[in-house]
């Protein structure tokens, strides 16, 4: 079971519908009245608030700006949502253990959306902590040419609160050039803007972090503010199934950070 | 349990009967045979100005980033009807180039095709190493829908089901399960009342399958059906109501994983993405 991301990107209001049913019948989870917390990092500590409580069958919809404000700098934190019994302190080191039980065909997950004047665009979705010492590999193959403002957004959950940061590099995957290097933020929303590199219809760009991972997303917002357009870009194991894919996934990622190793400068 | 013992297990014994000792182990999908290349079953909108589109990215390339000459790539795409039906295929290059934008409707146009149906896609020289893994290529990229008179740019969403095989004699394959028992598959999102919903469903399996739906308010729960043959799809509409308030979904079948794709409209614009 994973928390639940709200997040805010651009000049998108960024909310979260939170559920408390089972996206199934026939898997045990526990229908029971949930208290519901929000936890972010200060850099330094979890922050924790108590938000609500949901009984049985009740959604709820958190905006991102009802519990964080909005501002300028570069950090900005992902809030994470969790289902609680028991209360947790104002601050901690580490994030807390999950308190229910829930499914996993499919993930109990909740609407991650964002809204900009009558538009909204959502995912389905949820997040688990990544490890410190994991990777990212991702390919975005949907940026929009026409009337669109294109971004790369990933998001990013350690277990850890301290702020840290990692490049993230970007490619040109049919040369191998390196085209730019940015920061990922650990516990962020980070926002990377790409219209600035020029992609070409046929051109497929790739990501690359060597000391970060992160959920990664294509984001597009119409140049008139009135469409918004979201998808998550696929690590490479979605392009096999079956078997020992995350084995295949490995040697993917390991072929692609062997071979960009040597256009990296 | 260790992975090559589930895998052998999947691949050997009928889901029906693992769900028979074990409610909680539901199969989707079946293993094909070896050497198969999978591909989700893309849902192509072409009535009332739909337009859709899917990223075709160069699959050996990706595999095999090593390779200093990008080659070119041939993939077949093969289209069925609502009914489940098969109408036409056609080979397309990928040249030599990491990604191509495929106009979806313009090639079912030259099938004659006119309406919204379903499509898959096969490439036809698939990179073999991961098979030492029991793995099998699947294409479950991205497909982009754009109405200019719904909104302005286009909205993506990715293939989330291996749907369909086709094996080394060009024999296609459906390889959805289905359950023993009925299934419940209760959106997690919330149907606002002043907003239309177009939920679209695909049937992978190699039996029709009725679908039951029952849109629940606070006060009243509306019942419909749908059957949808084999290998077709069908579509649920939600329309605008003059309430202020929503409503959940909670969809029965004996499909393990009835997850529909959803169109959502608003005044100004749509969005697509997976239920």
């Given at each position: 079971m994973a928390f639940f991301p709200l997040a805010s990107i651009q000049n998108t209001k960024g909310y979260t519908s939170l559920h408390?049913?089972?996206?199934?019948?026939w898997e045990l989870t526990d229908a029971k009245k949930k208290i519901l917390w929000a936890i972010f990092s200060n850099g330094e500590k979890w922050q924790t608030k108590e938000l609500a409580t949901l009984e049985v069958g009740e959604s709820q919809t958190y905006y991102y700006d009802q519990i964080l404000p909005l501002n300028d700098s570069i950090r900005q934190p992902l809030i994470l949502l969790q289902f609680r019994k028991t209360p947790l302190s104002s601050k901690l080191e580490t994030l807390p253990a999950h308190e229910f039980s829930y499914s996993?065909?499919?993930?109990?997950r909740a609407t991650v959306g964002f809204q900009l004047n009558k538009a909204q665009t959502s995912y389905q979705g949820e997040i688990n902590p990544f490890p410190n010492k994991a990777s990212l590999l991702t390919f975005h193959p949907?940026?929009?040419?026409?009337r669109t403002h294109n971004y790369l957004v990933v998001f990013n959950v350690e277990n850890s609160p301290i702020a840290r940061e990692a490049n993230l590099e970007i490619y040109n995957?049919?040369?191998?050039?390196?085209i730019d290097k940015v920061i990922l933020h650990n516990n962020c929303v980070n926002v990377i803007a790409l219209?600035?590199?020029?992609?070409?219809?046929q051109e497929l760009p790739v990501f690359v972090s060597r000391d970060m991972a992160g959920i990664p997303f294509g984001f597009g917002i119409s140049h008139a503010n009135d469409m918004l357009s979201l998808e998550h870009t696929h690590p490479p194991a979605s392009f096999v199934v079956h078997g020992e894919r995350f084995k295949v996934q490995g040697e993917i990622k390991k072929r692609w950070f062997n071979v960009l190793k040597e256009f990296k400068t | 349990m260790n992975e090559k013992i589930k895998y052998w297990i999947k691949k050997n014994v009928p889901s029906r009967y693992i769900e028979l000792l074990f409610p909680a182990m539901v199969g989707v999908t079946k293993v094909p045979s070896k050497g198969a290349t999978i591909s989700d079953l893309f849902i192509l909108r072409m009535e009332d100005n739909w337009q859709t589109f899917f990223e075709l990215l160069n699959i050996n390339q990706i595999m095999?980033?090593?390779?200093r000459e990008i080659k070119e790539e041939r993939v077949s795409f093969l289209f069925y009807s609502s009914a489940g039906e098969f109408l036409g295929g056609k080979e397309i290059d990928l040249s030599i180039q990491m990604k191509k934008t495929i106009d979806v409707n313009h090639i079912a146009n030259t099938l004659d095709i006119t309406k919204d149906c379903l499509f898959s896609i096969f490439h036809k020289t698939p990179p073999k190493w991961f098979e030492s893994y029991n793995s099998f290529l699947a294409e479950r990229g991205y497909t982009g829908y754009l109405n200019p008179e719904k909104g302005n740019i286009k909205s993506y969403v990715h293939g989330n089901l291996d749907s369909i095989a086709i094996n080394s004699n060009k024999k296609t394959k459906l390889l959805g399960e289905v359950s023993l028992r009925q299934k419940e598959y209760r959106l997690q999102h919330t149907l606002d009342d002043n907003k239309e919903y177009e939920l679209f469903f695909v049937n992978p399996s190699l039996k029709k399958q009725a679908i039951y739906f029952h849109e629940q308010r606070v006060a009243e729960e509306l019942k419909t059906q749908l059957i949808i043959p084999s290998g077709g799809m069908g579509k649920y509409v939600k329309p605008i109501r003059e309430l202020q308030s929503s409503s959940r979904l909670i969809i029965k079948s004996k499909l393990p994983l009835a997850r529909p794709v959803v169109f959502k409209h608003m005044e100004t614009s749509f969005d697509v993405f997976h239920g």
């Open positions: 408390n049913f089972s996206p199934n019948q996993k065909l499919p993930e109990w949907f940026i929009q040419y026409d995957s049919a040369s191998k050039e390196l219209d600035k590199y020029a992609f070409r219809p | 095999n980033p090593t390779k």
